[in-house]
């Protein structure tokens, strides 16, 4: 991460519409990364129950999230 | 109309709702059939289309630039102002999981449960059984349902394969001796 202006200005800050702009832009990013590093903690050989700990979730909403698309 | 199918039809149908959820998408288009096809690796239709010389990694990728929406992109600006530089973490997950695999991985399944298939995707089937009938076989079978892509025509499963170089015409000549050979 770069060290850029105005650092978590926008998502703690008190305009509204940036901040929800922010939280949202980051909830997308976190969300495709959180499939990238599941996807990649299973070719690592880890068990849903790994994941979901490292994740902080149950396994049951781990698996429901993700085990359908686990396929290849 | 499946209790007419082959095992290798019903398998492909099956996939490509599979394919169609696993890529994120909302309904099941001829791309996804055709990709199921592949992914199935085993009949007449897999077989031809391998002789073509497609491969999945590359129909995939414009099966999901077909369906690129705008509807979640990622926001440069609003990351910037939290420190967060995309471009690096796009280069970091490139390096990590392959090029574009930030973009792709935008593709999530929102819809669970059945999702339906496009009109396009109807009709190539009602269009396979046709060629089913039209050669007096009695199952409809996995190479049927490639005719049936291939005569629709003007959706995104044809036009992906045409984009990727096949020439249609000779697919669906593939389709068809490899289909009299097996009969």
């Keep these: 991460m770069s060290e850029g202006t105005g650092l978590a200005e ?29 996807r990649n903690a299973r070719e690592h050989g880890w068990s849903w129950q790994e994941i979901a700990v490292f994740l902080g979730v149950s396994k049951q909403a781990v698996h429901k999230k993700y085990a359908r698309r686990d396929r290849r | 109309m499946f209790e007419r199918f082959t095992q290798d039809a019903r398998v492909v149908v099956v996939r490509s ?8 998408h909302e309904h099941i288009g001829t791309e996804h ?16 289309l391998t002789a073509c010389g497609v491969t999945v990694e590359d129909l995939r990728r ?24 995309l471009d690096e973490v796009r280069r970091a997950t490139d390096a990590a999981f392959g090029p574009g695999a930030l ?9 669970f449960g059945h999702i339906p298939f496009t009109s396009s995707a109807k009709k190539s089937m009602e269009l396979a059984l046709r060629e089913a009938v039209h050669r007096k076989h009695k199952e409809i079978r996995d190479g049927h349902l490639l005719l049936g892509v291939i005569r629709e025509g003007q959706s995104l499963g044809p036009r992906m394969l045409a984009d990727a170089g096949v020439d249609l015409g000779m697919l669906r ?4 001796r490899r289909m009299s050979e097996a009969a």
Excluded: F, Y
């Design chain 2, 103 to 111: 973009d792709q991985a935008g593709a999530r399944p929102k819809t």
């Design chain 2, 62 to 85: 414009r099966a999901v630039e077909g369906n690129r929406t705008e509807r979640d992109p990622l926001d440069p600006d609003a990351l910037a102002s939290l420190g967060i530089d």
């Design chain 2, 173 to 176: 000549d593939e389709v068809l």
């Design chain 2, 33 to 48: 059939v055709v990709l199921a096809m592949l992914l199935h690796g085993q009949g007449t239709a897999a077989e031809a």
């Design chain 1, 10 to 38: 926008a998502a703690s800050g008190r305009d509204p519409a940036a901040g929800l702009r922010a939280v949202r832009a980051m909830r997308e990013l976190t969300e495709r990364l959180e499939l990238l590093q599941v």
């Design chain 2, 17 to 24: 709702q599979e394919e169609a959820r696993e890529l994120g």
